[in-house]
């Protein structure tokens, strides 16, 4: 196996990304976090290019890694362009329960908009499928759906 050199997951030999950085995995992704929860709501962050990021925890930290400040965010975007857009190292965090998703700004240096709506830190915000979401300049749309098994 080898590593991608965008996200640093392991890859087939032979290819130059992994199918998460390519493209060729974003169907797998929502199917994996039906797999994953068989009960209650999944969810995933799209960004312009393509890439999918599982937000199946409960709890799943937005921001950028930092080796010095020990910073490992759940979903890091630093090797998608994360710093020249604006998104800080803890910059916001989506929750989920069993009635939905919420997203709270962390205090980020350059602001969390979601649908055009400016974010006040530490005020969470409901999320619901198809949500724009700015994290400082780096456009993203949620994307939410009730697991196989739940209740509507």
Known sequence: MNICPNCESEMDHGLELC???TGEGIE???DEAIEKKTDGPFACLELE????FDLSSEETLLGRSDPLDQIEPDVDLSYCGGFEQGVSRR???IMSDEDGYVLEDLG????????REKVIPGSPVNLVEGDVIHL???KAIFHAGAAQGSVS
């Open 49 to 52: 290019d393509g890439q999918r």
């Open 19 to 21: 199918e998460n950085c």
């Open 91 to 93: 910059h916001a965090i």
């Open 136 to 138: 400082g300049k780096m």
């Open 108 to 115: 980020s240096t350059n602001g969390t908009v979601v649908n």
């Open 28 to 30: 797998r992704v929502m």
